[in-house]
């Protein structure tokens, strides 16, 4: 929030990068840890087809309820800040069309737990642009406060559960002031919260204010540059300064418990992502590590979950949720999502509420946009959590990760999973300048094992005894393309899960376009049930037509959210038939089979080498949803089960 609310999306991630990298020498990379859950997706504002919205572009703001602010110009060129709760009606609080704001409107809205929506009206004066606050619910909204001659250049502005708005502005003597507006238009309480002078310098661009009327801030106050509250009663409360362990501020956001997520730089570890309560402080993310990533938008709710963005420069972005989590990507550049690939995924500071609900800015790579909720679906502990690294081309062509290891003259085996998440791009897999193997990708979502021999001692006679070389994954093809590298494995050389850890051994080389961050490759886990369709003989084994039936529950739907074409059933894929047509389609349909009145996701699948004179078989299914996340059950195949019938 620390950029005029009428400017680009990528000015945000600038004025970070600046902030820290440029004003404070420090490189900022990023991986990232993560949460023990996944997260669905439903479209608020699309762009698809153009209609009824041509563009969406800003960062949307949710409250506890989910209910969604956001900005969006409608077909026809109409620009207005709009609300939705859900897949409810559109509430239209101004638009260009019906107003005086002929400019149009800020990009970062923040909204209240009662629906009350804080955002910024641009009109043109004889003289300049005016910026003007605007304060509503429902389908109108009031002038809260307008840039004058003596305020001007508003930004970090946010709302609170009484109607008061924090905010920065220019003052006409040049110095920075933070003030609070009360409730009522033009005639509200303003508190004077800080101001550049005797007391303060370096104020910053990102005031936050909690429910009581609490402000935080970043400034400089004698002599150190620290982070203060100031409460309703004028109480200056200084949380921080750079006397230790920290050197330099920079964003802070403030939950409704007390508890600031802030950017900052920890003297001997360098930039980071921490929250702080009471004290004591803990680190979210770290900017650090090897890898790709610079810092961006954050959230924290009242629950302490911290949700933050990297930025990938024009080569994409990410969200992602912790602190002390699992795998904590929620979406990003490479992610497949209702048949479209993820260019960019932005957040700002009202975007994650108190049930752990995310509002996102999602543009994909065919140039359509989305705003969206993530809701979480959690799963039992009991699963394993596992890692990859997903590789993305980006806005470019290729991208490779790379690792040293050591070449004895001797056989030894490769072996590495993969999963293509888009129908296009070509893995290449390199040792030294020696092309092992090109794979080509295959139906997105579904993991493969790969497997190759490597006769080293070909390589010892042209290198010195120890030599060591560069095992490298080479991803090319169209901008977009991506897949996910797991689980590399040379025996007695190298056995990597891609974990976190993995991008301090593995180098990103993103010259050629792309990008690489650990993701999640956790599965969901599902219930299934089996029955024999049929039986016939091939090649001396029998092959089972088995009809497999994915239960759906509360928070999946299994007949809508899976892909089905990446469905495997002991390796096994959906067997496929024709239409009336002659159309050729997979073998499945929605049904409720268990009478809890959800329709479940019922396929057929040739599966090879069962006796049919076995009793029980068990058979294991794993599949990936319209989400990008994985899904996997387990079940016994008995003999003489009926199918399932409609």
Known sequence: MS?????????????????????????GKGAAASPFFFYTFTPIADTLGGFPYESVSGFPAMNSSGRIAFRARLTGGVEGMFTRLGNGGVDALADTGSTEFNFGFGITPSINSLNTVLFVGLKQAPDRVVEVFLRGSGNSATPLVSSSDNLSNFCGTQINIEGTAAFRADRADGHHVILAQGAGPLTGVVRNIAEEGSEFSALGCSPSIGFDGTVAFTATRDGRHGIFTRAKNGTLTRILDDGGPFAAFGALALNQQGGIAFQGVRLGFGLGLFR?????????????????????GFSINESGQVAFEYSFGANGSSVHLGPNSLFGRLIGTGNVMFGRRVAFAHIDRDALNSTGQIAVWIIFDNGTEMIARGDPVRFPDTVLATAALQVATGAGRTVTISTPIATPPAHVILSFDVAFLTADGELGVKLGDKVLKTIAASDPGVRRRVTIPIDMRAIAKERPAGHVASLQFVLSGKTGASAQIADVVIPGLLADRMDSAALSRWRVDASGGGSAAVVSTARLPVRIRLSRAEERDVSKSVANVVSVAVLSAKDFDASADIERSSLRLAGS?????????????????????????IKDLVCEVEVARIGASKREEPLRLEAMTQFGWGITGSGVLRAGRPPYTK
């Not at 950029?3 to 020498?25: D, P, T």
């Not at 702080?276 to 961006?296: E, R, S, W």
């Open 3 to 27: 950029i005029h609310h009428y400017g680009s999306w990528y000015a945000r991630a600038f004025a970070a990068g600046v902030l820290f990298l440029l004003c404070l020498g420090i490189a």
């Open 276 to 296: 702080i309560k009471n004290g004591a402080f803990v680190k979210v993310t770290d900017y650090n590590l090897g890898g790709a990533g610079a810092p961006a």
């Open 573 to 597: 894929p959906v067997r496929k038939t024709r239409d009336k047509e002659g159309k050729e389609q997979l073998a499945c349909d929605a049904r409720d089979v268990n009478n809890d009145k």
